[in-house]
């Protein structure tokens, strides 16, 4: 007979998870076991899907805040893992696409507001994790994107791609620094992926006047020529939540079929 061991319930604080990958990964760590802290901006879905994560007896907690402002990000990230009674898991998930325009009309309010919520966001999020996972140890993962580190192809997200850049800049020193904790810090590196977020992005008219042409190859995504799916990242991020992973700190998962390869 084999010996069963009960593992101790992770508790996990996601941000962005009313929509697309975040909300696929509180759906999925609930559906391993994991006790879940829900952050975002849209109160309403967040309402929506903790009543319906606690229709299947999860036990879940949210705040509306915006991940940008440092007092209401703080004051949700304790409040929450007080209800959770710790914390070992954080996902550090909230962005928008922002405004895609050439960087001469690009306005500063746009580009901080891309800035502020993906990467000091990250920053933030990270920074008042660390006290609650400073005893035992824990796992932050960040989401990135191909855009910024491994293509430079999608003309006028200059902001967004900086953003993504310096989020996994920024998973190497926190790995590094954190390592002392047994804080391991991991970036996801999503591929296009089907989720609401393309429909908020905001293009200017004067895209066209920087575009160079690209020549993708016939047939475009190399693996099953398909979009990802929030689900397919859901899983890595699991995979770096768990022990699966104890070894794992500082990288970048891609997660996106190949595509930025080509
Ligand atoms: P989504 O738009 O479906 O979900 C993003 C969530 O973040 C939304 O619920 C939104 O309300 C929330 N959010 C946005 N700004 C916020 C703020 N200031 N404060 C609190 N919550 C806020 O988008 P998706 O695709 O699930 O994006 C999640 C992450 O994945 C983002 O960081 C994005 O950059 C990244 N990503 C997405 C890819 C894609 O193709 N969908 C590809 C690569 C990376």
Request: proline share 2%; charged share 20%.
């Amino acid at each position: 007979m084999t010996a069963t061991h009960s593992l101790p319930t992770k508790k996990a604080i996601i941000t962005g998870a009313a929509s697309g990958i975040g909300y696929a990964t509180a759906k999925l760590f609930i559906e391993k076991g994991f006790k879940v802290g829900l952050i975002d901006a849209d109160s309403q879905g967040l309402e929506d899907i903790s009543k319906d994560f606690k229709q299947t007896g999860a036990e879940c907690y949210y705040r509306s805040v915006d991940v940008s402002d440092e007092v209401l990000l703080k004051k949700a990230i304790d409040e929450l893992t007080s209800r959770l009674q710790g914390l070992d898991v954080l996902f550090s998930n909230a962005g928008i696409n922002g405004t895609w325009a050439p960087i001469e009309t690009l306005s500063t309010a746009e580009w901080d507001q891309t800035i502020n919520t993906n990467l000091r966001s990250t920053f933030l999020c990270t920074k008042f994790a660390i006290p609650y996972m400073k005893e035992s140890g824990g796992s932050i993962i960040i989401t990135s994107s191909i855009n910024g580190t491994r293509i430079f192809n999608n003309f006028g997200a200059s902001a967004y791609s900086a953003s993504k850049a310096g989020q996994v800049a920024f998973t190497k020193m926190a790995a590094l620094e954190l390592a002392r904790y047994n804080i391991r810090v991991n970036a996801i590196c999503p591929g296009a992926i089907d989720t609401a977020i393309n429909e908020k992005t905001t293009y200017s008219d004067e895209l066209k006047e920087i575009e160079i042409k690209v020549e993708f190859p016939e047939g475009d995504r190399p693996l099953k020529n398909e979009t990802g799916t929030s689900e397919q990242v859901a899983q890595s991020v699991l995979f770096l939540a768990t022990d699966a992973s104890a070894n794992i700190s500082g990288t970048e998962l891609y997660v996106d079929g190949a595509e930025s390869l080509l």
